[in-house]
């Protein structure tokens, strides 16, 4: 008798909202996307349990610079973001996935 199993250990990802932080590569107040991170033990491709302690980066949405620094979280400043938008890096505006330009500043996306 022969038993095939297919398992391993695989980070997941899930957008929480955005925050304006300040970036330290661009040097000014950009749009961040706070996105929470933890590992988890899958067996057949099917998440079972989480293997980590919860993660939040703060990821800047116009230069890609993550912070893994003990990030602090106001509710009143956090926006949720929904699925199927994505942040426009040059206004911060919510535009639909699908989107080439921004809808409200023009920018490429």
Request: with cysteine; glycine share 8%.
């Amino acid at each position: 008798m022969c038993f095939f199993f297919i398992l391993g250990v695989v980070p997941r990802e899930r957008r929480i909202g955005t925050e304006t932080r300040f970036c330290p590569f661009e040097g000014r107040d950009t749009v961040h996307v706070l996105i929470e991170r933890r590992m988890w033990f899958m067996l057949f491709f099917i998440p079972i349990f989480p293997v980590s302690r919860k993660e939040i980066v703060a990821e800047c949405s116009s230069c890609g610079l993550a912070s893994r620094e003990h990030i602090e979280i106001e509710q009143e400043t956090v926006r949720p973001v929904g699925r199927g938008l994505k942040i426009c890096p040059n206004c911060g505006a919510e535009v639909v996935e699908e989107a080439r330009f921004c809808q409200y500043c023009g920018q490429r996306l």
